[in-house]
């Protein structure tokens, strides 16, 4: 039977992060999946219950988990509730929130897998993931799905300019229609961190064996980002998905109770990935 169950842990400034593990109680010992959200994303967000389900059904332990800066709290795990703190987050910190899962679920009895574990990042999850990967030999094998190359390219350097005069920037979520704030703490975070925040410098120090997943039809984050990353990590294979999107025909909310067919197809080839 798929079960599941539910972890808070502190994160970046000891604020609590929410995570989900999602398994096949049948199988006393599974590899264990870690999925790192996008920007404006979140563990809940869309079809990602059913992407865990179906790693689950295929022999997998499936964690997901929300960075604790990404400006949901755990009383509204789906709702950007609390902007200050989505204000306040930097790369930095999502990094320390993903060495911090993967403290936990390397743990021991807390939670029973192996001291290592397979790591799926999608969008800017994906960025921090493959810099995590590069980190981290606890990471045994890497997928990302439609992965930055840059984390500047989350905004224009038009942008960017006046973001550094005012101290702030806020950003449309077109879905809620929230004008959510960044600080320029962001942006002095890549300053101060020019080296280990470079996902493309990052991306050629990546050992594992690496599955770079991308949409031909991606309006958010181009196809020319998986190419450049590929270029960056010859060994790294490339899937391109055709007719995929940024979120793989997901969306916020979902009320289909299967996966849409691009988003199917990214789990069946990381599954196979990820068994080789």
Same mark, same amino acid.
């Given at each position: 039977?798929?079960?599941?169950?539910?972890?808070?842990?502190?994160?970046?400034?000891?604020?609590?992060?929410?995570?989900?593990?999602?398994?096949?109680?049948?199988?006393?010992?599974?590899?264990?999946?870690?999925?790192?959200?996008?920007?404006?994303?979140?563990?809940?967000?869309?079809?990602?219950?059913?992407?865990?389900?179906?790693?689950?059904?295929?022999?997998?332990?499936?964690?997901?988990?929300?960075?604790?800066?990404?400006?949901?709290?755990?009383?509204?795990?789906?709702?950007?509730?609390?902007?200050?703190?989505?204000?306040?987050?930097?790369?930095?910190?999502?990094?320390?929130?993903?060495?911090?899962?993967?403290?936990?679920?390397?743990?021991? =009895?807390?939670?029973?897998?192996?001291?290592?574990?397979?790591?799926?990042?999608? =969008?800017?999850?994906?960025?921090?993931?493959?810099?995590?990967?590069?980190?981290?030999?606890?990471?045994?094998?890497?997928?990302?799905?439609?992965?930055?190359?840059?984390?500047?390219?989350?905004?224009?350097?038009?942008?960017?300019?006046?973001?550094?005069?005012?101290?702030?920037?806020?950003?449309?979520?077109?879905?809620?229609?929230?004008?959510?704030?960044?600080?320029?703490?962001?942006?002095?975070?890549?300053?101060?961190?020019?080296?280990?925040?470079?996902?493309?410098?990052?991306?050629?120090?990546?050992?594992?064996?690496?599955?770079?997943?991308?949409?031909?039809?991606?309006?958010?984050?181009?196809?020319?980002?998986?190419?450049?990353?590929?270029?960056?990590?010859?060994?790294?294979?490339?899937?391109?998905?055709?007719?995929?999107?940024?979120?793989?025909?997901?969306?916020?909310?979902?009320?289909?109770?299967?996966?849409?067919?691009?988003?199917?197809?990214?789990?069946?080839?990381?599954?196979?990935?990820?068994?080789?």
């Amino acid at each position: 039977m798929i079960r599941k169950q539910y972890f808070n842990i502190p994160g970046a400034k000891g604020r609590g992060m929410l995570m989900d593990l999602t398994f096949d109680d049948a199988l006393k010992k599974a590899p264990m999946v870690i999925f790192a959200h996008g920007f404006k994303g979140f563990k809940d967000w869309g079809s990602h219950n059913l992407v865990a389900h179906f790693f689950a059904e295929n022999g997998f332990r499936f964690l997901k988990f929300n960075f604790s800066h990404n400006g949901t709290t755990v009383a509204n795990p789906c709702d950007f509730a609390d902007l200050i703190a989505f204000a306040d987050n930097t790369f930095t910190m999502e990094l320390n929130d993903l060495k911090a899962v993967i403290d936990f679920a390397c743990g021991g =009895s807390a939670m029973p897998t192996e001291p290592w574990v397979y790591l799926i990042g999608h =969008s800017m999850g994906g960025g921090i993931s493959i810099i995590k990967a590069a980190e981290d030999d606890r990471v045994k094998k890497l997928v990302t799905m439609a992965a930055l190359s840059g984390f500047h390219h989350l905004w224009s350097p038009k942008d960017e300019e006046q973001w550094r005069l005012q101290g702030i920037m806020y950003i449309l979520n077109k879905r809620t229609g929230q004008e959510l704030p960044l600080k320029v703490s962001l942006l002095q975070d890549l300053d101060k961190n020019p080296a280990r925040l470079d996902i493309m410098a990052m991306a050629k120090q990546v050992k594992q064996p690496w599955l770079i997943v991308h949409g031909d039809a991606d309006p958010t984050v181009p196809l020319g980002s998986a190419e450049e990353l590929k270029a960056a990590q010859p060994d790294a294979e490339l899937l391109i998905i055709p007719g995929a999107d940024h979120t793989f025909g997901s969306s916020q909310p979902y009320t289909e109770a299967f996966l849409p067919p691009p988003l199917l197809n990214f789990c069946q080839a990381s599954a196979a990935f990820l068994k080789k």
